[in-house]
């Protein structure tokens, strides 16, 4: 079955960039979605089809996708972006949600 | 604005079963395929199953292939999971989740999820 494999966390500064990245066989030649979770909330799609942002998500939030990884870059980290980010893929009739990566916001 | 209220959890024998709802409002309910997504406590998001639109289709994952049933009422705006032969490792947070369709399906609206725990 396919697996998406991300870092279990990123630590980050105020004002600085951070980068999570999602790693699959061939994950760019599939799309790939961001979701933001923060503890005891349902998930938050912030990325859909690679590079695209959903109404409401800051411009910080960008995405990117290519040969076997797809990576999330939070432009400008604000202590309200801590939280859970998980990458997910469509494969072969399944869907797939990466291992997740933990942001903390120093 | 979009609604997914998901019920039905609760704490179940293992080897029994169990039914969960999700009510769905503000969207056209038969337009869009429909997801089951759980998490464990303290653990990742893990998807479950799909149903497209048409009430057909239906895509499990391999964990709870044979075991859950995913099902739509199109005419209540409502969409099922019926889930036999519970197991512990089935204990989870569970949501439902509108797929937004286009190229890459993303599950673009969310429910608040409900437990389920499977213990004796």
């Known amino acids: 079955s396919y697996e998406l494999t991300q870092p279990p966390s990123v630590s980050v500064s105020p004002g600085q960039t951070a980068s999570i990245t999602c790693s699959g066989d061939?994950?760019?030649?599939?799309?790939a979605c961001w979701y933001q979770q923060k503890p005891g909330q349902s998930p938050v799609l912030v990325i859909y089809?690679?590079?695209k942002r959903p109404s409401g998500i800051p411009e910080r939030f960008s995405g990117s996708n290519s040969g076997n990884t797809a990576t999330l870059t939070i432009s400008g980290t604000q202590a309200m972006d801590e939280a859970d980010y998980y990458c997910?893929?469509?494969?072969?009739?399944?869907?797939?949600f990466g291992t997740g990566t933990k942001v903390t916001v120093l | 604005q979009v609604q997914l209220v998901e019920s039905g959890g609760g704490v179940v024998q293992p080897g029994r079963s169990l039914r969960l709802s999700c009510a769905a409002s503000?969207?056209?309910?038969?337009?869009?395929?429909m997801h089951w997504v759980r998490q464990a406590p303290g653990k990742g998001l893990e998807w479950v199953a799909v149903?497209?639109?048409?009430?057909?289709?239906?895509y499990y994952a391999d964990s709870v292939k044979g075991r859950f049933t995913i099902s739509r009422d199109n005419s209540k705006n409502t969409l099922y999971l019926q889930m036999n032969s519970l197991r512990a490792e089935d204990t989870a947070v569970y949501y439902c989740?509108?797929?937004?369709?286009?190229?890459?399906?993303?599950?673009?609206?969310w429910g608040q999820g409900t437990l389920v725990t499977v213990s004796s």
């Open positions: 997910q893929a469509w494969d072969s009739s399944s869907y797939v």
């Open positions: 503000g969207f056209t309910f038969s337009d869009y395929g």
């Open positions: 989740a509108r797929d937004g369709g286009g190229t890459s399906y993303p599950l673009d609206y």
């Open positions: 061939k994950l760019g030649d599939k799309y």
């Open positions: 089809q690679d590079t």
């Open positions: 149903i497209w639109y048409d009430e057909i289709n239906k």
